[in-house]
């Protein structure tokens, strides 16, 4: 391998690990990981998206090269109305669990021979036990992976073909790429898992955070479907 091509996977890698950071990408995690409590679970879901997500700019990056095809814009901006779409309802989702947690009870007192009652807002446990299953659940961010580099995958196919010296190159190019973008969701995943594992069955913190991540979600997708730039 030569020096300029060891560099321009230098540079993949490094691209691949920023591009894990994008706001759409991020919002996603959020709100799929919103119900996780461990780091290490939240962390396999994030290596998930990443295996999707690969997976995704690999076939389109094959099949464009095999048949000298060509990725549409319109192609592009359908896959990213989806992606859009899937954001406000992940993050509808978490508002529905999160305010389904709130609830209002009315407690009767007794002082002396008299007696009165308080109407107090609870906040439902959220720490029910439960058993989570890795790989039963790995569906849902294999399948947000697949979206998200389906919809990201025309620019980065022209780049690649544009400035690759041959197809193998390209092809181990967009590999690499994916492997940063998987070992940057990876170590995202782990950092959004941290706040929800240390709220564990917070009443007063896991709800509200909650409603922050599913709040955020739909505004970030409302903004994609209105064709706003990301944040």
Request: glycine share 14%; net charge positive; hydrophobic share 55%.
């Amino acid at each position: 391998m030569d020096t300029s091509l060891a560099a321009a996977l230098g540079v993949g890698f490094l691209l691949g690990l920023r591009h894990a950071l994008d706001a759409d990408h991020i919002a996603a995690m959020s709100a799929l990981l919103s119900r996780k409590r461990g780091v290490l679970d939240s962390c396999l879901r994030g290596t998930f998206w990443g295996i999707g997500h690969t997976s995704a700019l690999l076939a389109a990056g094959a099949v464009v090269m095999a048949f000298k095809l060509q990725i549409s814009p319109e192609f592009e901006r359908g896959v990213e109305t989806v992606v859009a779409a899937v954001l406000v309802l992940l993050g509808a989702d978490v508002l529905r669990r999160a305010f389904g947690a709130v609830t209002l009870h009315r407690h009767p007192h007794v002082h002396g021979e008299g007696g009165h009652s308080h109407v107090h807002v609870h906040l439902g446990d959220v720490a029910t036990h439960r058993h989570v299953h890795s790989l039963r659940e790995a569906p849902p961010p294999l399948l947000l992976g697949l979206l998200h580099g389906l919809a990201g995958s025309g620019a980065l196919v022209v780049l690649v073909m544009a400035t690759m010296p041959s197809p193998g190159a390209a092809l181990l190019y967009i590999l690499v790429f994916g492997i940063g973008s998987t070992v940057g969701m990876l170590a995202l995943s782990g950092l959004i898992g941290l706040p929800f594992a240390l709220a564990g069955g917070s009443r007063a913190v896991g709800p509200p955070l909650q409603a922050l991540v599913g709040a955020a979600s739909i505004v970030i997708g409302v903004l994609m479907l209105l064709g706003a730039p990301k944040p």
